[in-house]
Antibody
Framework: EVQLVESGGGLVKPGGSLRLSCAAS????????MNWVRQAPGKGLEWVSS????????YYGDSVKGRFTISRDNAKNSLYLQMNSLRVEDTAVYYC????????????WGQGTLVTVSS | DIQMTQSPSSVSASGGDRVTITCRAS??????LAWYQQKPGKAPKLLIY???SLQSGVPSRFSGSGSGTDFTLTISSLQPEDFATYYC?????????FGGGTKVEIK
């Protein structure tokens, strides 16, 4: 059974940093591109970042470019998101999601971890 | 960036109704479109990928169609568990983008 479990969310002050983790199991992690998607309270879905299976490509949304860094450790079956210079508008539930078989759709999602940026 | 526009933003329907949601891309995306269902407090669930392919385990009352810029998600006979918010997403190019969502509510 595919499982994605996020951790690392919490309350942080504006300008602060946080590192999210996503532990993957039930599939060959090193064979799949992975993604972070977020959802602000009461709002829609926003793609944040993607990383290919072997780190050959990495992409970021404009709203996080230069502040967030995606990475992965295939030996540990883990995905990460280092978030620096956090802003109030980064407050959201952050989901880890696996790329699907067709293209960059997301076939499995974690339960999400809440990041709250507030003074 | 490719903008995704969903309509309607909400729809009220009764059990057994046929419900259609549309999604329009600001430029052609071939068939690189996915549909998701999200219930309150839960992660989204993939329903349809490549515009019309049904994800494993998803009931056949869900179907998708379209290509290029115009796409449709149809629920042929609405069931109680289908009341949720639905999102489209283009998978053609980065940055990946979602539609604004369509909330399917009980009439």
């Amino acid at each position: 059974e595919v499982q994605l479990v996020e951790s690392g969310g919490g309350l942080v002050k504006p300008g602060g940093s946080l590192r999210l983790s996503c532990a993957a199991s039930g599939f060959t992690f090193s064979s799949y591109s992975m993604n972070w998607v977020r959802q602000a309270p009461g709002k829609g879905l926003e793609w944040v970042s993607s990383i290919s299976s072997s780190n050959s490509y990495i992409y970021y949304g404009d709203s996080v470019k230069g502040r967030f860094t995606i990475s992965r450790d295939n030996a540990k079956n883990s995905l990460y998101l280092q978030m620096n210079s956090l802003r109030v508008e980064d407050t959201a539930v952050y989901y880890c999601a696996r790329d699907g078989r067709s293209s960059s759709e997301f076939d499995y999602w974690g339960q999400g971890t809440l990041v709250t940026v507030s003074s | 960036d490719i903008q995704m526009t969903q309509s309607p933003s909400s729809v009220s329907a009764s059990g057994g109704d046929r419900v259609t949601i549309t999604c329009r891309a600001s430029q052609g995306i071939s068939s690189w479109l996915a549909w998701y269902q999200q219930k309150p407090g839960k992660a989204p669930k993939l329903l349809i990928y490549a515009a019309s392919s049904l994800q494993s385990g998803v009931p056949s009352r869900f179907s998708g169609s379209g290509s290029g810029t115009d796409f449709t998600l149809t629920i042929s006979s609405l069931q109680p568990e289908d009341f949720a918010t639905y999102y489209c997403q283009q998978a053609n190019s980065f940055p990946l983008t979602f539609g604004g969502g369509t909330k399917v509510e009980i009439k």
